[in-house]
């Protein structure tokens, strides 16, 4: 997904989000952006081979019980 953030906040600071730093900081906007995106596509990636569980991959344990 190449969608853009809409805004920035430091919820510390401004917890009712009235002050939007996205323009102010483009470049920290920019690493928080890509860390999301990688933390996302994990997420998604274990969700698709069924890791959600603290003992790993459930379809690798299977694979090795059928062989």
């Known amino acids: 997904n190449n969608k853009k953030p809409a805004a920035l906040y430091n919820y510390k600071k401004d917890f ?3 002050h939007n730093l996205l323009n102010e900081i483009p470049d ?3 690493i928080i952006t ?3 995106q990688a933390f996302l596509q994990q997420y998604n990636n274990r969700i698709v081979d069924n890791n959600l569980t603290t003992e790993g991959s459930q379809l690798q344990k299977a694979a090795k019980l059928n062989h």
């Open 28 to 30: 920290t906007a920019q």
């Open 16 to 18: 009712t989000q009235q």
């Open 34 to 36: 890509k860390h999301l």
